[in-house]
């Protein structure tokens, strides 16, 4: 019998999802869209039936997104979406900031050739896509190669716990010129590590996660998952008397 070869495509995705992967997905993505608000019951057995899956990687998946801050059990009553509103987004992003910062320091520091050429990989190919699942999917290998390079186990272990936080592709497909500014972000932090310059490094980072957080924030209260801020308060003119005068 003869093979043939017909060239297949690599596939996009660095694993094949599990249930629990697309329970938890999907989870994120019904309080993100505000389907799921703070304090609604999550429904567990209407997930399994819209996914087609079973019970139990729902509640796996439940399990880690209560690591994130998301859900909450209570007991026999069930599982319920925990506070969310903008303080959970920025807390979030302004911790992630600092980890990630640690490793590109300790990248930078380093500059360990191998590592270098890995980053430039990365960031080359990401400048040749329009993609979004695949500029995501190369702005996480950036990310995971800095963590790794870091050479940390604890740092590694904390910052994969805090990866998956917003659902799949959610940020560069609601989030005006997500895609030029991730892949700018590549490069910019890229050029960073390149100089050997840590303190750059460490400060790109951190501003990157701050912004990344802070576009989230407005974008979730554009569509009224989080309400408007109050206005700031009037101040009335001072007078005369109120001078003194």
């Not at 019904?30 to 079973?54: C, D, H, M, W, Y």
């Not at 924030?217 to 408007?228: N, Q």
Request: hydrophobic share 40%.
């Amino acid at each position: 019998m003869t093979v043939v070869r017909v060239g297949l495509p690599k596939p996009k995705l660095a694993y094949v999802p599990s249930s629990a992967d697309v329970a938890s997905d999907y989870i994120r993505t019904l309080v993100f869209t505000g389907v799921l608000r703070g304090g609604n019951k999550v429904p567990i057995e209407e997930i399994a039936q819209v996914l087609n899956i079973s019970r139990q990687p729902v509640r796996e998946a439940l399990i880690e997104l209560s690591h994130d801050g998301l859900v909450q059990t209570d007991g026999r009553r069930g599982t319920f979406v925990a506070d969310f509103g903008p303080s959970t987004i920025r807390d979030h992003y302004e911790l992630y900031g600092l980890l990630q910062s640690f490793a590109a320091r300790r990248v930078t520091q380093d500059r360990d050739p191998a590592v270098l050429t890995a980053l430039r990989a990365i960031e080359r190919e990401a400048r040749s896509t329009v993609d979004v699942a695949e500029v995501t999917r190369l702005a996480i290998e950036f990310t995971r190669v800095i963590n790794r390079a870091a050479d940390n186990t604890r740092l590694r272990l904390v910052i994969k716990t805090m990866t998956r936080f917003t659902p799949g592709e959610y940020y560069l497909n609601n989030i005006p010129d997500a895609l030029k500014r991730s892949r700018t972000g590549l490069r910019s932090q890229l050029r960073a590590i390149e100089a050997g310059d840590p303190d750059t490094a460490a400060a790109g980072s951190l501003k990157t996660w701050h912004t990344t957080g802070e576009e989230l924030i407005k974008h979730l209260r554009s569509i009224g998952v989080f309400p408007d801020p109050p206005p700031a308060p009037t101040l009335a003119p001072l007078t005369g008397a109120d001078h003194g005068l």
